[in-house]
């Protein structure tokens, strides 16, 4: 099987589990499932929750029920992009090539559909059919990865407060290692010790984590200034209108690259003690660095 048509259908199991956890559009009250659902299905590649499947994987070969888990990845980071869309955020109109929440439902019901995801994912996980210790675990990681210290809150509120500063090196790792880098992260973590992994095993993913967290944003900011809005599905160029601190604006779009590059082949390396267990897992850090959108 291709790594494209393995990508497809680990795609379209995630996306089966999510169609099955989220209330139907015409369960009450309609209209914050409609718009739950129209966020959740607009068309998102899935990197968090698959990189949970394989981390698990990895670990225990095929854990019963790790997709329900990794939804809950999926549910959070969703959440994040409405409320980031927002006219007091970062006021978007278009997310992965269609109208953002607020522009279809209003602002009022995007930020309670944001709310309403997270609140799921949080049931989601406490519904888990796994040892009462890993539950907890798992939780705790995802509580942690969204939330304000060294978390994507935390990231998001640094991210917002560094508008309009001088870039520099030491406050750009800061915002993005908990911006975006700690849900990645958290999400192989959370396959790991979902899957039973042993310190030395959690080890090594969560160094994997640190890595391809780290190349995803380096390449999210390299795309905002080389892709156009229709490739992204998003607003291209928001970055420099909106003076943020970015890895082209510290290092430049060459040494950017470079960076990227060199993230993936730490996060392969920190693969080791796994073998042929972790292959997919090194496809998945290959296509983040490589993707075009």
Known sequence: MSFREYLAGQQQLIDRELDRLVPAESVPPETIHRAMRYSLFAGGKRVRPILCLEAGRAVAHDPRGIETAACSLEFVHTYSLIHDDLPALDNDDYRRGKLTSHK?????????????LLTL????????????????????????????V??????????LEGEGKPPNAELLESIHRAKTGAL?????RMGAIYGGADERQLHAISRYGEHVGLAFQIVDDVL??????????????????????????VYGLNESRRMAERERACAHESLSIFGARASRLRELADLIVQRTS
């Open 104 to 116: 279809v439902f209003g602002e009022a019901m995007a930020i309670l559909t944001g709310d309403a």
């Open 150 to 159: 060294g978390g994507m809150i935390g990231g998001q509120v640094a991210d």
């Open 121 to 148: 994912a949080f049931e989601t996980l406490a519904k888990m059919d796994v040892p009462d210790d890993r539950k907890a675990r798992v939780i705790a990681e995802l509580a942690t990865a969204a939330g304000t």
């Open 224 to 249: 905002d200034v080389e892709q156009s809005s229709e490739s992204l599905g998003k607003t291209a160029g928001k970055d420099a209108q909106q003076q943020k601190i970015t890895f082209p604006a």
């Open 184 to 188: 990645l992260r958290a999400s192989v």
